[in-house]
């Protein structure tokens, strides 16, 4: 919107307000879990209802560290996202720019592939990947899941990068190849760092994917490799569910993608286009 | 000629030396299960442990599979080529295994087992497949019984029911608005109408009834089906969730107070006595139009044939299968063991260890059919609760489930 | 200027990862769930297989649940995506805007979309309980309602309460598809708008909603995707019930495939949820004037 700024009382009503209520309807139902969290587990259930804990008590959290393998799974789901993180976002975005920046025989047909791979119900492909990774030997094992997450992020991933490559005018590139530069050059060189932005936010994409993503973890992973989502998963029992573990568990689990992106969250809004685009 | 006859008993004496190297090599068994309680792999792994201290060439992989989606990863596993050795499972799916081939007979084990003799009486029965063979060795087992606030029904002169009559009148005088009962609304029965719930309807509905082709359907099957559904529409004796209440919403909802009688088993006796103490006991279900019926839970283990150590996996199995073994494992469950011996040192409170006990009488599984999982998580859930909320009438949802049972 | 030869092998070998790793390992179970499809293939009855050609599909258009699910799903899909969508642009808009605290806005505002299904199930699933639930409590309290209404239980609420939980867990992600979209409209355009007069409703109008355009369009297309092969919180809430009250199709495909084991006729559902889908969009596609060139 416009950038000069207007009166602070204003600016109260059109801005901090109205971002202050969305952010405590992103937030209510997590610090709810937070406080749930921080109650012991046997006064969850009595016939008074409480919002604060009566007795503020990190008990949970000290059995989800010590008692379960939280932080192992913590881990494994890190590198798991990381590698589907960095493949995928390699690959869509040499697949976007070719979609973007050049006409192809079979172009059309190969985007709306991308697009019918993510349309048909993953549950009816675990049984052929299944196979497939058996296969190569790639069960219960890092490779194996990144490679699975690829699947179904990178055709999304691909789309979203075509959009921000679509901003970008092709006379840049031009620009650049008159230059000199080929045109996988021009990509590095002039456009990648345009859509800076962009990429931040498919790769928050791809990170989040792979992050909350259950039924490949289960089962094509589970003893060796085993993600926060299927840890999350033993929690929920068929007759009892460990809520003081469990809020305590979603509680951590939403925090390693938070803190990840509040390190880099200045580059998505690092809009350095002045200049670079003429009007 | 010599040096042909040499070669081949220098052939024959690798050979040999090849096999005793085998068979003292480490053998790996794949073994899936699970407990509700995660802190509780502990005592899994202790488990293990001893196992392997006494078998020092098998190491057992055990693998705690979340319960949500077990039997689908256990069916994708067998599917794609790559089931465990061992794994926990149930007899309603020992119709499926056995027409997909996939599980090992052990009845020439069993036979040659001395535990077998410290077994629970008619548990392998129970267990035994229509071929005559037996594929299952017991695990745990529970019994379907009604969980009752004793404070409440104190305060009201009220006896734990025994016939269905007097369960509808405890229900009704214990279902209070909030004004009556101390600010907090009560239900007389936290009745379960999401997945899971038809060991609730069973009680109601088998005890005067069969799965037998037509049973279903006669009138005196419809009128018990209507009166369980009365219990909500009519008498308003559950809370108006009951149509998509599940497990965790029923129990929570009884701990805080807000419902006077549910059923359950004994695995959560523990969490039970843990909030209530004494205001919280048990019974076995009320008995119905002059029958009586409840629902046999068991869990059992059992070998897949696709296993390549089937030996270590025998050992394994009857390994759990023994007294104080099986004990410590039924302490990460909490249900009930499966042997003689081990009945007189269980943990769990006595009373409910009772009701338990008094309710195998009359406890069954469900039929051993192939149907059977199917009409556990979805003919019975779905047709319930449309019958619950009124968009079909009894006599419809004992028909659909007539027709999943009977199809011609 | 489109690139040809000599640089014309450029473009697939850029594409090659990427086609190698989505289409051709997700093509042989996409054909292979086609072919089973045409067959009556229950699990436990691997030796009554046959072929049975498009009787499946026959009976799908006979199944009154198949088409009960199909207007569930245009409701599930018709709602959430357009408040997702809407929330997370003023959101995006409000965060674009320069202000103290904007850093730790935009971390916090991510948190419903790095939560686990299974997690914000369980937690809205209590939040809406009756009995134990917050929403009730503070509805009741604030004078909202007479008595506890059973979100979830009732046939009437239980999509539209799921679908809230829907909205909040999705619209962060077009929030930050939406702000990284915004980096590449030149502030210098607004500077000559405010220069003219513009009204800050106008240079929404015409300058920001135009340049976000491309990215809109795919935000909106890919999440109807998502959303509509979204079945992870349904099954934690209701399971698909009560009845049929929350299931939706790829849902009841899930269901007969693996409740059922019914698996012959689970892919001939799966397969009919994709041609739907891939319909949809195309339509989607052409209406917004998008034309893959």
């Known amino acids: 919107m416009s950038v000069s700024t207007h009166r602070p009382l204003r600016r109260i009503f059109t801005l901090h307000l109205p971002m202050l209520a969305i952010v405590l309807f992103a937030l209510g139902p997590y610090l709810w879990m937070l406080l749930t969290s921080l109650k012991q587990e046997s006064t969850l259930f009595l016939p008074e209802r409480q919002f604060l804990p009566a007795v503020v008590t990190l008990e949970n959290y000290v059995r989800l560290f010590q008692k379960t393998t939280f932080l192992n799974n913590l881990g494994h789901s890190l590198i798991v996202s990381s590698g589907t993180m960095l493949l995928g976002l390699s690959v869509s975005i040499t697949a976007a720019y070719a979609f973007s920046r050049f006409r192809f025989p079979g172009r059309r047909m190969l985007m709306l592939q991308f697009l019918l791979v993510n349309m048909f119900p993953i549950v009816l492909l675990i049984i052929p990947l299944f196979i497939i990774m058996k296969g190569l030997g790639l069960l219960d094992t890092h490779l194996g899941l990144i490679l699975a997450h690829c699947t179904f992020s990178i055709p999304f991933a691909t789309w979203m990068m075509i959009s921000y490559f679509d901003a970008i005018p092709r006379s840049l590139d031009e620009a650049a190849m008159v230059d000199g530069c080929t045109p996988v050059g021009a990509m590095f060189r002039v456009v990648l760092p345009l859509t800076v932005p962009g990429i931040i936010a498919t790769g928050i994409y791809i990170f989040i994917t792979s992050w909350n993503e259950y039924l490949y973890a289960s089962v094509l992973a589970g003893q060796n490799v085993r993600t926060l989502t299927v840890a999350i998963q033993t929690l929920v029992g068929e007759y009892e569910i460990a809520w003081g573990l469990l809020t305590a568990g979603g509680v951590m689990g939403a925090l390693p993608v938070t803190l990840l992106f509040m390190l880099i969250q200045k580059r998505l809004v690092a809009g350095m286009t002045q200049g670079a685009v003429k009007g | ?408 | 200027m489109s690139q040809k030869s000599p640089t014309s092998m450029l473009p697939y070998v850029l594409l090659s990862p990427a086609v190698l790793a989505t289409v051709i390992v997700v093509f042989y179970p996409m054909v292979q769930a086609v072919i089973t499809s045409l067959y009556s293939n229950i699990l436990w009855r691997p030796r009554a297989v046959r072929f049975i050609g498009l009787d499946n599909y026959i009976a799908i258009w006979n199944d009154p649940v198949f088409w009960a699910s199909l207007g569930r799903t245009a409701i599930w899909i018709g709602l959430t995506v357009p408040l997702q969508l809407l929330l997370g642009l003023v959101t995006a808009l409000l965060l674009n805007q320069t202000f103290r605290w904007r850093g730790l806005a935009r971390s916090l505002i991510l948190i419903p979309w790095a939560l686990p299904s299974v997690v914000i199930g369980l937690m809205w699933s209590w939040i809406y309980n009756p009995q134990v639930g917050l929403l009730n409590d503070l509805m009741l309290r604030l004078g909202l309602l007479q008595s506890a209404v059973p979100w979830l239980a009732n046939p009437d609420t239980s999509l539209y309460a799921i679908i809230a939980a829907l909205v909040w867990q999705g619209f962060p992600f077009f929030a930050i598809m939406i702000l990284a979209g915004l980096q590449n409209i030149p502030h210098s355009l607004y500077e000559a708008a405010d220069i003219d007069g513009a009204s800050d409703w106008q240079q929404f109008w015409h300058i920001t909603l135009p340049s976000l355009k491309a990215v809109l369009v795919t935000a909106v297309m890919l999440r109807i995707i998502w959303v509509a092969n979204s079945i992870d919180v349904i099954y934690v809430m209701t399971g698909g019930g009560p009845g049929y009250a929350t299931h939706t199709l790829p849902l009841y495909a899930l269901k007969r495939t693996y409740a059922s084991m019914d698996f012959g006729y689970g892919s001939a559902l799966a397969v009919s949820f994709s041609l739907l889908l891939l319909g949809a969009i195309y339509l989607y596609l052409r209406r917004v004037g998008k034309t893959i060139e």
Not at chain 2, 246 to 252: Q, T, V
């Open chain 2, 1 to 408: 000629m010599p040096i042909k006859l040499r070669s081949l008993l220098g052939a024959a004496l690798g050979a040999a030396v090849l096999a005793c190297g085998t068979a003292s090599a480490q053998q790996n068994v794949n073994f899936w299960y699970h407990v509700d309680n995660a802190e509780n792999t502990k005592l899994m792994d202790e488990l293990v442990k001893t196992f392997e201290a006494k078998n020092p060439n098998i190491k057992i992989k055990a693998e705690n599979v979340p319960w949500n989606n077990y039997f689908d990863k256990l069916f994708i596993s067998i599917a794609g080529g790559k089931a465990p050795d061992v794994a926990v499972t149930r007899l309603a799916l020992q119709p499926q295994l056995l027409e997909m081939d996939a599980i090992e007979p052990i009845t020439k084990q069993l036979a040659a087992w001395p535990g077998k003799a410290d077994l629970a009486n008619n548990l392998l029965e129970i267990n035994k497949a229509t071929n005559g063979e037996y594929y299952y060795m017991p695990l745990q087992y529970v019994a379907i019984y009604l969980y009752y606030r004793t404070d409440l029904f104190a305060k009201y002169n009220l006896k734990p029911p025994a016939t269905c009559e007097d369960f509808l009148e405890a229900a009704k005088k214990l279902t209070l608005p909030a004004s009556a009962n101390g600010g907090t609304e009560l239900y007389g029965f936290g009745m379960r109408g999401g997945k899971g719930g038809h060991d609730n309807w069973g009680p109601f509905v088998l005890s005067q009834t069969s799965f037998a082709p037509d049973a279903l359907t006669s009138p005196k099957a419809v009128a018990a089906n209507s009166w369980y559904i009365d219990l909500l529409r009519k008498h308003k004796v559950a809370p108006p969730s009951a149509s998509n209440d599940g497990f965790n919403e029923i129990i929570s909802a009884f701990k805080s107070g807000r419902t006077a009688m549910i059923f359950h088993h004994i695995g959560s006796a523990k969490g039970m006595t843990e909030a209530l103490g004494d205001k919280v006991s048990a019974v076995p279900v009320p008995s119905c139009g002059g029958g009586r019926w409840t629902y046999f839970g068991d869990e059992s283990t059992t070998m897949f044939k696709t296993s390549k150590v089937k030996e270590a996996s025998w050992k394994w199995m009857s390994f759990l299968g023994e007294s104080e073994n099986n004990l410590k494992f039924n302490e990460a469950t909490g249900q009930l063991t499966v042997t003689k011996s081990g009945a007189l040192k269980v943990p769990h409170p006595a009373r409910f260890v009772k009701a338990t006990m008094d309710s195998l009488a009359f406890a069954k599984p469900m039929p051993l059919v192939p149907q059977t999982a199917d009409f556990v998580s979805t003919v019975w859930p779905t047709n319930m609760q449309r019958a619950l909320n009124g968009e079909i009438s009894s006599a419809q949802m004992m028909d659909a489930i007539d027709k999943h049972f009977n199809a011609k």
